[in-house]
């Protein structure tokens, strides 16, 4: 089946420690994204990507690094230097837009990854 | 700036009832574009509709409608004779034309939780 699996489903984490959030999709989408979900709060963008070794900063990057190496692949890290990561992580992607309009806009997301750090 | 506002916080029902989610947003664009996604327990959000903001006619699937007003900025979202499956979180979003929609910004979320 087509789609974006994200792993793991729950992580836990010590304060201190880098952790690694893995995002892969088999759409054949060219842009991803990596979204944070808290209560009460939405989804705010962290980053994004359009392109394979590309990608720019959404609005709460800050603690946060991703890598676009292969097409199908989006891993976010959570950086010690994030001081609140508890939060659910969503993964999503789109067929890019500038290339094929028009399009829905839909985007396709995972089924996401708690990281609680405790 | 944009923003999405999602007054209700948490709406419960009993099955069958209709029940309305209300979506107010604000932008500076005069071309956007505007959607709906569920997220249902198992965590993935699911797109449900987009709209253009030049296209003001409501939309009929099923058992879902939406109603979008530009003159009061508004996106609600009807289901109608709601059913326990249709318990989820729901959230409205908007978008600028021309950056792509990579940018949404989301509201805070709608609950709701329909009984038997």
């Known amino acids: 089946d087509g789609g974006i699996t994200q792993s793991p489903k729950y992580l836990f984490r010590k304060e201190g420690q880098n952790v690694t959030l893995s995002c892969e999709q088999n759409l054949n989408h060219d842009a991803m994204y990596w979204y944070r979900q808290d209560p009460g709060q939405g989804l705010r963008l962290i980053y994004y990507?359009?392109?394979?070794?590309?990608?720019q900063k959404g609005d709460i990057a800050e603690g946060y690094s991703v890598s676009r190496e292969k097409k199908e692949s989006f891993p976010l890290t959570v950086t010690s230097a994030q001081k609140n990561p508890t939060a659910f992580y969503l993964c999503a992607s789109s067929i890019d837009l500038m290339a094929r309009p028009p399009n829905t806009g839909e985007l396709f997301f995972g089924e996401g990854s708690r990281l609680t750090v405790l | 700036a944009q923003k999405v506002t999602q007054a209700q916080t948490e709406i419960s029902v009993v099955e069958k009832e209709d029940v309305t989610l209300d979506c107010v947003y604000e932008?500076?664009?005069?071309?956007?574009?505007l959607f709906w996604y569920k997220q249902p327990p198992s965590g993935e959000l699911v797109f449900l509709i987009r709209r253009n903001s030049f296209d003001e006619q409501n939309e009929i699937s099923g058992r879902y409608s939406w109603n979008f007003q530009k003159s009061t900025s508004s996106f609600n979202f009807t289901i109608t004779a709601s059913q326990v499956v249709d318990s989820a979180v729901y959230f409205c979003a908007l978008s600028e034309v021309g950056t792509g929609f990579q940018k949404l910004v989301f509201g805070t979320g709608t609950r709701l939780l329909v009984s038997p």
């Open positions: 990507s359009q392109i394979v070794n590309d990608f």
């Open positions: 932008t500076r664009d005069t071309t956007y574009y």
